[in-house]
């Protein structure tokens, strides 16, 4: 099985470390592969970089002609997801759903510890959009950017501090708000004494059982293959991508 996992910035080194993470929890026989869009924001913190990134992350798919059997997404509330799963005919999974669906499963209420506050409103309505914000209890930055996130003891310490917050709002189960998170699961839930998902885990696993289970994206409805006609995808040359691993 081949799971293709971009990135959502074009900051190659992230990509290289959430490649580890999706390796470390993809099962055997389990192929990963990382891809970094050749342009867009170097992180994503905000709704300018949210929609710049998706198309990068739209145009990185388009262009890619390795084989490959489903994509995970790895930018945590990012834009892109729907559009991802017209384009492809491969299961889309992206981390967002992925971790808040299996967080659900582990207690009644979950709460997302992010980076920045900004990124906070983007996280509520991608949970919306999946159906799973009802059981959200908390969304809470920690004040870090996503390029601040390989300090890792500074990110500990404020991953515990936000987490702290998310548990007073009623928070069972916390969820890693980021990507450039992936891996902080193992330093900080014994510590906190509750589940932590992490996203890319999460939904590497779930792209799995998909393809496990012969499943791919309806074309009934919302996700039919987009309508043929002429596409601009911005400057000549502009497209393509740089494998990680």
């Known amino acids: 099985m081949r799971i293709v996992v971009t990135n959502c910035n074009t900051t190659q080194e992230m990509t290289e470390e959430i490649v580890r993470g999706a390796r470390a929890a993809a099962g055997p026989g389990t192929t990963v592969l990382g891809l970094t869009p050749a342009w867009g924001p170097e992180s994503a913190e905000g709704w300018l970089d949210s929609y710049l990134s998706a198309a990068a992350v739209l145009d990185t798919l388009r262009?890619?002609?390795?084989?490959?059997d489903a994509v995970v997404l790895a930018g945590f509330g990012e834009h892109g997801r729907e559009g991802a799963r017209e384009l492809v005919d491969v299961p889309v999974v992206d981390i967002t759903e992925a971790a808040a669906h299996l967080a659900c499963l582990l207690g009644r209420r979950y709460g997302v510890v992010t980076t920045l506050e900004r990124s906070c409103g983007q996280i509520e309505d991608s949970l919306e959009t999946a159906g799973v914000a009802r059981n959200?209890?908390?969304?809470?930055?920690t004040g870090l950017g996503v390029l601040d996130l390989g300090d890792a003891q500074r990110t500990e310490e404020a991953f515990v501090a936000a987490a702290e917050r998310v548990v007073?709002?009623?928070?069972?189960?916390?969820?890693?708000?980021?990507?450039?998170?992936t891996g902080l699961q193992r330093a900080v839930g014994e510590k906190l004494g509750l589940p932590v998902v992490d996203g890319v885990a999460a939904a590497v696993r779930l792209a799995e059982s998909l393809v496990s289970l012969g499943l791919r994206t309806s074309r009934v409805g919302g996700y039919a293959r987009p309508l043929p006609k002429r596409r601009a995808w911005g400057s000549p040359g502009a497209g393509g991508s740089r494998p990680a691993g």
């Open 168 to 181: 007073e709002a009623g928070a069972e189960v916390l969820v890693l708000g980021c990507a450039g998170m």
């Open 63 to 68: 262009t890619y002609k390795g084989p490959y």
């Open 136 to 141: 959200c209890a908390a969304i809470v930055g």
